[in-house]
């Protein structure tokens, strides 16, 4: 189960970095959800299997189909590649990648090293989930289909046609 | 279930986390930039599950959900905002748009 972790967070990274440093949309975008998949597959190791479910069915089924919907409407030729790999010079990236690096370091520094803490001891299956979901939490739960309700009214609204202009 | 260290399952959180924020900062090209989003919420819901399931409770995994559901929504907004600058500018540089205007 350990093995199985530390490949799946090396298949994750991996494809992470393929997807910033990648010049073609649709190629990133399959890479991206080469990793989300790795990070479903991490849940399930660390004893989450709803979470995993979840990772696969709305992370990388249906907000990724959206990305590769978008992707094709927009329909981006060989020309965009070139741009992109225009865009990518070393001296634009070496600088915001340094500082990101110094923030990494310090978030991994400020975890202990000394005393490793036990993680996916026990199966937090979906009932417990659901449980959980629909008990405590009632209140998030509805503040979360507000959201839901204005993301959908602002995609309608920015995504129609304006005829006039 | 054999046991994992946390504090490994939250520095790979971390390691993704960094690389979507690498990628936010240095893309130019709209979608790659709500990609990266994408990446950083990801590894926050994965620093929520690691947490939760080192306590054994499903709070973390609730926590995962909701950002599910923010990503969602950012997303939707997000490609919406995209078709829009792709319509008026006819590009994807995201400095096509560095000008507000009404």
């Not at chain 2, 006819?90 to 560095?98: E, G, M, N």
């Given at each position: 189960m350990l093995i199985m972790f530390y490949i799946a967070g090396a298949v994750a990274l991996l494809a992470t970095v393929r997807v910033i440093t990648g010049t073609s949309p649709v190629h990133a975008l399959l890479n991206l959800i080469v990793s989300l998949l790795a990070v479903a597959l991490m849940f399930f190791t660390l004893g989450a299997p709803f979470a995993g479910i979840l990772e696969i069915i709305v992370y990388a089924g249906a907000i990724m189909v959206l990305f590769v919907f978008v992707v094709m409407m927009l329909n981006l030729g060989p020309a965009s590649v070139e741009q992109e790999r225009r865009w990518l010079h070393p001296r634009v990236w070496i600088g915001p990648a340094l500082l990101s690096l110094v923030l990494l370091a310090e978030l991994a520094y400020l975890l202990p090293r000394d005393a490793l803490h036990a993680a996916g001891h026990t199966l937090v299956d979906g009932k417990q989930v659901g449980i959980a979901l629909f008990g405590p939490y009632l209140l998030v739960v509805e503040l979360a289909s507000m959201l839901l309700l204005a993301a959908l009214v602002a995609a309608y609204h920015l995504g129609r046609h304006d005829e006039k202009e | 279930m054999n046991a994992i260290p946390m504090e490994h399952g939250l520095i790979l959180a971390a390691l993704l986390f960094a690389l979507g924020l690498i990628g936010v900062i240095v893309r130019r090209n709209i979608l790659y930039v709500l990609m990266c989003i994408e990446v950083m919420m990801n590894a926050t819901g994965l620093a929520f599950v690691t947490a939760g399931s080192r306590w054994g409770t499903a709070d973390g995994q609730i926590m995962f959900i909701l950002i599910l559901t923010l990503a969602a929504a950012e997303a939707s907004v997000g490609l919406a905002i995209v078709f829009q600058l792709y319509r008026r500018y006819?590009?994807?540089?995201?400095?096509?748009?560095?000008e507000m205007r009404g």
């Open positions: - | 006819h590009t994807l540089d995201v400095d096509a748009a560095s």
